[in-house]
């Protein structure tokens, strides 16, 4: 039976010791194994991207109606920072200062848990960008999107 490992030369040889072999994964010679997905199917998205980009829509859909949007900073964060003593929130919003543009923040963990599908957490998401750029332009969420808590 032929060995994989090649044997080591003798201890009193003057030849370098070989480098070692790297191993890869490619039992009964068929080669690397390649992406589960290719990169056009939806598949090959991360959860994490296919959350900013529910994100992006919602922004989208809203800065149509209000283009002074476009200088307010959109982020998703994976959780927010811990609170002692208050439930967890959705989202947040920071107005501007001197050197900063105005935030909105999603976060990305509390929403997902808090939607069963993707319908559900699109709606969520919408929402949750509503609330935070009414609370930003100092406006009721209806005024912001007509159809808020509609859907």
């Known amino acids: 039976m ?5 044997p080591s030369p003798p201890q009193n040889s003057t030849e370098p010791p070989a480098e070692p ?3 890869r994964r490619d039992r009964h010679g068929r080669g690397m194994r390649g992406p589960v997905a290719p990169p056009q199917v939806p598949l090959s998205t991360s959860r994490a991207d296919t959350f900013r980009d529910l994100v ?3 922004v989208e859909r809203l800065e ?8 307010v900073e959109f982020l998703v ?3 927010p920072p811990p609170v002692p003593g ?3 929130p959705l989202g ?3 107005p501007a200062e001197k050197n900063d543009p105005a935030r909105v923040v999603v976060y990305r963990r509390p929403v997902e848990i808090r939607s069963k599908n993707r319908d559900e957490r699109a709606l969520l998401v ?8 009414a609370e930003l332009l100092g406006l009721s969420p209806e005024s912001v999107d007509p159809r808020y808590g509609q859907d």
């Open 2 to 6: 032929d060995s994989p490992v090649p």
């Open 56 to 58: 992006l829509d919602s």
């Open 64 to 71: 149509r109606r209000w283009p002074q949007l476009a200088d």
């Open 77 to 79: 964060m994976e959780v």
């Open 86 to 88: 208050e439930t967890v």
């Open 92 to 94: 947040g919003s920071a």
């Open 21 to 23: 072999r790297v191993r």
């Open 126 to 133: 919408h929402e949750v960008v509503v609330e935070q750029v």
